[in-house]
């Protein structure tokens, strides 16, 4: 997409940003998603499936769903999301398309971009259209820049310190239900908690609380499908001590109740 001239991008009426009800849910569509869709989280909590793969989401993570993808979404109802989706076609097939999947660290530029261009179609604007193609053309350019960036820092970082990072990711997944705290996993692997939580989050993709949760959920999905275990059980297993905590933390990330998996 990089490559490609503005004119080749076909803007599309679907767009908006939205603070989304208690109660809403994006449920999966009958038939998979016609267009590309640029979709951005500015704040709350909740969880989108791509392709039946859950990401736990907050303020700054950005998806590029593709024409094909399976997409539905749940979220806090206590924490609702606030997001901006904006659907688009190209005429051309693209020789650099962003990944489906990124954590931005600095939003400014790239929400800016975005107010820019849901304002341009709130009213009849001159020239809305010609605009808009430039902005969509800027906001995949910063798409695909943090993705070089990230690789980058990727490769600038040292075995040592991936291999520790992996093994506390590792831990975490083996022992789900141990009472994990940012001071204890970073004392483990040898490195402040700050710094530590930096490097977790640049290289597994998830804050560290988020993947302790995540890892939880799986494991509870598991204990509740295959061993027979009951939902208070499998709770307490996995150190939850509010059984409805417990259930809306289940469902926030899987998009069922836990009596329904089991």
């Known amino acids: 997409m990089l490559y490609l001239n503005p004119d080749d991008f076909l803007l599309k ?34 969880t989108v499936f791509l392709n039946k793969k859950p990401h736990h989401v907050g303020k700054g993570h950005c998806f590029l769903f593709r024409p094909g993808d399976e997409t539905e979404a749940t979220h806090n109802p206590q ?16 020789r650099l398309i962003p990944s489906a999947h990124r954590i931005f660290d600095n939003t400014i530029g790239f929400e800016s971009l975005l107010t820019q261009y849901i304002r341009l179609f709130l009213v009849k604007t001159y020239g809305a259209e010609i605009e808009g193609k430039l902005i969509l ?12 960036e990230k690789e980058k820092e990727l490769g600038n970082t040292s075995n040592i310190l991936l291999e520790a990072i992996l093994e506390i990711a ?44 995540y890892s939880r959920i799986k494991r509870a999905e598991h204990l509740l499908h295959i061993s027979g275990m009951t939902v208070t059980e499998t709770a307490y297993a996995l150190g939850y001590n509010d059984l409805h905590f417990f259930s809306r ?14």
């Open 13 to 46: 009426p679907a767009l908006a940003t939205i603070h989304c009800e208690p109660n809403w849910k994006w449920k999966k569509r009958d038939t998979p998603l016609p267009n590309f869709d640029l979709f951005y989280v500015w704040s709350g909590e909740g």
């Open 170 to 213: 590792n831990y975490i997944q083996q022992h789900p239900g141990e009472p994990h705290t940012i001071e204890s996993l970073s004392a483990r692997a040898n490195f402040s908690p700050r710094y530590f939580s930096k490097k977790f989050k640049q290289i597994i993709g998830h804050t560290v609380k988020s993947y302790i949760v």
């Open 137 to 148: 053309k800027q906001l995949i350019i910063h798409l695909l820049r943090e993705e070089q």
């Open 249 to 262: 933390q289940f469902k926030q990330y899987t998009g069922k109740n836990p009596s329904e998996v089991r």
């Open 79 to 94: 924490d609702p999301l606030v997001l901006t989706y904006i659907h688009f076609d190209i005429a051309e097939t693209p």
